[in-house]
């Protein structure tokens, strides 16, 4: 066996040769350029510092040097652990080319003749030839690994991480294994090299297709909503090569640069590790029984041509479908389905017999498969099995969640249940900070309405939207939501232990009936509102939004302030910070409890009307004059004209409530490098009397 | 000796062995004739190990050939698509096949590159088409296997080396018992090397027989009858097949030499002389019997 592996690396020298430059560019090269920068900077700061060594710019320079020298053991440990460098694009096409060295003479009759007629078991064949792939991967991935250790040394570099460096490595080793097996299992199934690339090609690709005919097809379903990961997302897992991106999501995660060896990156590394295992055998076991003769056949197994002339015409029409839905017709959908399975089955029928007369060899097979497709595509279309109209029975629920703010996106900035996310990353020279919103309804997703005159109340605002919605087929891609109709959002937790999403559209008088109801819930506020159920001593930082503008600053600065003014930034631009700082009151502990007391009572009490009244009867334009984007309402709190608190962001609209004052519960998380700050939003509404009272007890003004 | 038991071969819906049933006796050069696609290289891709039979077996003393490597051991294939590794050499080739046949005997291999003449140290990709089948055939004799599979190694070869490659083939069924299985299209060129020939056609064994049986049974003969006499009225004459141009009379016939004499002499002919026969000859007279038109089968005629 070693005597095989010689030879065949023998025969590939030029291979493994490449990978060794590539790996030596990829490691020692690349690092010796970034830290060659980052001495060349500590240099010249230690010139700074021979020239001016005292008081506190001296104490700078050196806190930069510092900082310099971790950068550079920071910048050594990323090129090592192979997130520092180019190895996630390397490894598909070492896979590749790997396999093709090791497993392209099954692809000719005269190496055929000549591997197969030696005196050697195909294990054994295969066994030589799969190490010696490895192999090449393996001594160029460790040459680079190891060629790094004198030049960091070279530069002085201290505290590697050598053992994380060895592991992560490793993992991408894993990674390779699994697309190295599958570029040699599409070659063990196919007997031309161009269908061994269609066929690395399928694999990769099938689940993806699969997901995107699943995620167009489940929109024709008026009441489709998705919430959390859907089953064909899992489809992604099927794909080798999406592997290295979740690796290496994994290994550097909330954008860091520097591998991590998590539970979760371990748990992968394992999975991989499993997926590796039953790929090779599959390989060991197709080499085994491939015919001799497959080679100069588009298909190395004759049985697989049916079925996969089959998924692949299903798929191709589906996928060609996509252009009827665009051309938002059902006529459409349905005649670039029927197309598409024909072309790709024609195609199919031409690539596998290798002749162009073969063209339409299985007419009833391409009838089949058009009957097939028809059939899928009127699942969706014409939703026999009633998707829209299910409404289940309140015997079968164990409890339900509602979510009224079903467009988070323009809404988010008032849903009193999302929360802000925010972290900041410190890097010793510069920090970036990236600020954004967290779209997730974790109050919908945590909500359980179980009290029945609720649940009776959700069900019938249920069995509305699904009325609407089950009269409804395909209406095309463009005018898909009316825009006069309100979307709610409906879980059903089943005592079955499964739980379906559903997303209906009322009108607006429908949305009047039904939800004052199920708004008195407190099941509902009490996850809407968390800030209900949270005891004072687990309070946060809590502080109050106050105005800190230039305009707010210049008035302080005159005396027309008291400096205790709360509103919202009433000239606000475009920029999130804006929305002004907070007033710290941790240090008054009676007024962080009055405030939490004040503000639970409120919200206790809050009807569905007061949550409406700002909600709702706001339009806004973008005025070119002002610069501001100016809301325009019929209601009589709008009519004054200039409204604050609905700002234009990157083109979004988002609206804050006039007279509102911010509140918010912080608390942080520190990292190495980073630091999270979670923020609750807790909006004052008019109806809010208590809160305003103790606001004012306080001596806090509301300027709005 | 190898056997093959109701060999069948199919490629989708072509049958390329259909049921051969041959066997191949150890020292002896054994031909395999046929047109192309007759089989031929399917069959010795089946003695080789290479295809699996759909139906049937091979057998090599008994054991079975399929994934058996110690049976591989004993036989060496020469393929009409010879591979050699890329930028390898003669040597470079020899040690490669020196790892899976244990009995390589690689002085033998640099005294046979020398004999014939080839560099052991030029690139292979360098040499011609007949320097390379050379070669095949000198990898083949050092790895000292008790049976060679050529197919297609000796058509085109000049006949100067064929004559050489025979005379090392004799040597070796000489020294050690050594079985060349040799497949070719062309009869003329396996004349004189086989001793036993199968001919194939259409997946099938139409005649498999020793040359000198074949040779030794049927006879030419050309004569002259003095007289009006028809040779279906000589009593005791087989006769295969008669022609006449004018009153030249040829006459094929099967029987032993002295006898077919014996009756030839006591009949009035103005003259006659028995012509041995050749392969050709033999296997055209031998099929047409068996209702095939073997100058189409064979020659291509």
Redesign the interface.
């Known amino acids: 066996m070693l005597?095989?592996i010689k030879?065949d690396l023998h025969?590939n020298l030029g291979t493994l040769l490449l990978g060794l430059l590539v790996m030596v560019f990829n490691y020692p090269i690349n690092l010796a350029l970034q830290l060659s920068e980052l001495k060349d900077r500590m240099d010249s700061y230690m010139v700074t510092t021979e020239m001016s060594w005292d008081g506190p710019s001296s104490f700078v320079v050196a806190e930069k040097i510092t900082d310099l020298g971790e950068r550079m053991t920071r910048t050594t440990n990323m090129v090592l652990c192979g997130t520092g460098g180019l190895l996630a694009l390397i490894i598909p096409v070492a896979a590749v080319l790997c396999a093709r060295c090791m497993f392209h003479y099954l692809m000719?009759?005269?190496?055929?003749?000549?591997y197969?007629?030696?005196?050697?078991?195909?294990q054994k064949r295969f066994a030589a030839n799969y190490i010696s792939g490895l192999l090449i991967m393996l001594i160029s991935l460790l040459t680079g690994f190891v060629l790094c250790l004198p030049v960091a040394l070279a530069y002085g570099v201290e505290g590697m991480e050598l053992g994380t460096a060895l592991a992560s490595s490793l993992g991408f080793m894993l990674v390779f294994l699994m697309l190295y097996t599958t570029v040699i299992i599409a070659i063990l199934l196919c007997g031309r090299t161009f269908a061994a690339v269609a066929a690395v090609i399928v694999i990769n690709g099938i689940g993806f297709c699969v997901y995107a005919v699943m995620m167009v097809f489940m929109n024709f379903f008026d009441t489709y909503i998705e919430y959390g990961t859907p089953i064909w997302e899992k489809l992604y897992y099927t794909s080798p090569i999406y592997y290295i991106f979740e690796y290496m999501e994994r290994l550097t995660p909330r954008s860091s640069s520097i591998a991590v060896m998590s539970p979760e990156v371990l748990r992968l590394m394992l999975v991989m590790a499993g997926i590796s295992a039953l790929l090779i055998l599959l390989a060991v076991l197709l080499h085994r029984i491939r015919?001799?003769?497959a080679c100069g056949s588009t298909l190395a197994f004759?049985l697989t041509r049916r079925p996969l002339r089959v998924i692949l015409s299903i798929m191709g029409g589906l996928l060609l479908s996509f252009l009827g839905i665009y051309q938002s017709g059902v006529f459409w959908v349905f005649f670039f389905t029927l197309l598409g399975v024909v072309i790709v089955h024609a195609m199919a029928e031409i690539v596998i017999n290798m002749d162009v007369r073969m063209l339409f060899c299985h007419r009833i097979e391409t009838a089949i498969c058009m009957a097939a497709a028809f059939g899928f595509v009127c699942i969706f279309v014409f939703d026999p099995f009633g998707y829209d109209a299910y409404v289940p029975e309140a015997s079968s629920l164990q409890s339900v969640a509602i979510s009224y703010n079903g467009d988070f996106e323009e809404r988010r900035a008032i849903s009193l249940s999302d929360y802000q996310y925010e972290y900041e990353t410190e890097h010793p020279e510069d920090i970036y900070t990236t600020e954004y919103w967290d779209g997730q309804p974790d109050g919908f997703l945590e909500m359980a309405i179980t009290e029945e005159p609720y649940v009776d109340a959700v069900l019938e605002l249920a069995c509305c939207g699904a009325e609407h919605a089950s009269g409804v087929n395909y209406r095309g891609y463009e005018d898909y939501y009316d825009e006069d109709s309100y979307l709610i959002d409906v879980a059903y937790r089943l005592r079955s232990g499964s739980v379906r999403y559903r997303r209906y559209e009322l009108s607006r008088a429908e949305v009047d009936e039904y939800m004052p109801g199920i708004f008195a819930s407190m099941e509902y506020k009490t996850a809407m509102y968390p800030i209900l159920e949270l005891p004072e001593e687990e309070l946060g930082l809590f502080g109050i939004e106050y105005a800190d503008d230039a305009e707010g600053a210049r008035l302080e600065a005159e005396g027309k302030l008291s400096g205790k003014e709360i509103r919202t930034n009433p000239y606000a631009s475009r920029d999130w910070d804006d929305f002004g700082s907070v007033y710290d009151i941790n240090e008054d502990q009676s007024f962080r409890r009055e405030l939490l007391a004040a503000l639970k009572q409120d919200i206790s009490d809050m009807r569905f009307e007061d949550y409406e009244d700002w909600f709702y009867t706001v339009d806004s334009g973008y005025n070119e004059e002002t610069g501001r984007v100016e809301t325009f309402s019929d209601s009589e709190l709008y009519k004054e004209g200039d409204v604050p608190g609905c700002y234009l962001i990157d083109d979004i609209i988002y609206y804050i409530p006039e007279t509102s004052v911010l509140m918010a519960d912080m608390h942080y998380e520190a990292g190495d490098n980073y630091t999270y700050e979670y923020r609750d939003i807790y909006p004052v509404f008019d109806s809010f009397t208590h809160v305003r009272e103790v606001l004012s007890d306080y001596g806090y003004v509301d300027q709005d | 000796m190898i056997e093959t038991v109701s060999l069948t071969k199919r490629?989708?819906d072509i049958v390329a062995l259909d049921h051969v049933t041959a066997t191949i006796r150890e020292g002896q050069v054994f031909g395999l004739i046929g047109t192309n696609g007759a089989g031929k290289s399917t069959f010795l891709?089946c003695l080789?190990?290479?295809?699996?039979p759909e139906e049937g077996e091979v057998t090599i003393d008994g054991a079975p050939v399929y994934?058996h490597?110690?049976v591989?051991?004993r036989f060496?294939?020469i393929?009409d698509?010879?591979?050699f590794?890329?930028s390898?050499t003669p040597l470079d080739m020899a040690s490669?096949y020196a790892?899976?046949?244990r009995h390589f005997d690689r002085e033998r291999f640099k005294r046979l590159l020398s004999e014939f003449g080839l560099d052991g140290h030029r690139k292979i990709s360098t040499f011609s088409k007949g320097m390379k089948k050379q070669l095949s055939v000198i990898l083949a004799l050092s790895a000292h296997t008790d049976y060679i599979f050529c197919d297609e190694t000796f058509d085109g070869l000049d006949p100067v080396m064929r004559q050489a490659v025979k005379s090392l083939f004799a040597n070796d069924m000489a020294e050690r018992g050594l079985t060349p299985v040799i497949a070719s299209h062309n009869l003329r060129e396996l004349e004189d090397m086989c001793d036993h020939v199968g001919l194939l056609h259409k997946g099938g064994i139409l005649l498999s027989k020793d040359i000198d049986d074949l040779k030794l049974g049927v006879h030419k003969i050309q004569c002259v009858f003095a007289s009006e006499k028809e040779p279906e009225q000589i009593e005791g004459l087989e006769i295969i097949k008669c022609e006449h141009r004018g009153r030249l009379r040829t006459i094929i016939v099967r029987g032993d030499e002295d006898r077919i004499r014996a009756l030839m002499d006591r009949e009035e002919t103005v003259f006659y002389e028995l012509i041995p026969l050749s392969l050709e000859e033999i296997f055209i007279t031998e099929t047409e019997v068996a209702g095939y038109d073997v100058k189409k089968i064979i020659l291509g005629e």
């Open positions: 005597k095989m030879e025969y000719q009759k005269s190496t055929v003749d000549f197969m007629s030696e005196p050697v078991s195909r015919p001799s003769e004759p | 490629f989708d891709r080789s190990g290479i295809y699996k994934e490597t110690a591989k051991e060496f294939f393929s698509d010879q591979y590794f890329p390898a490669s790892i899976y046949y």
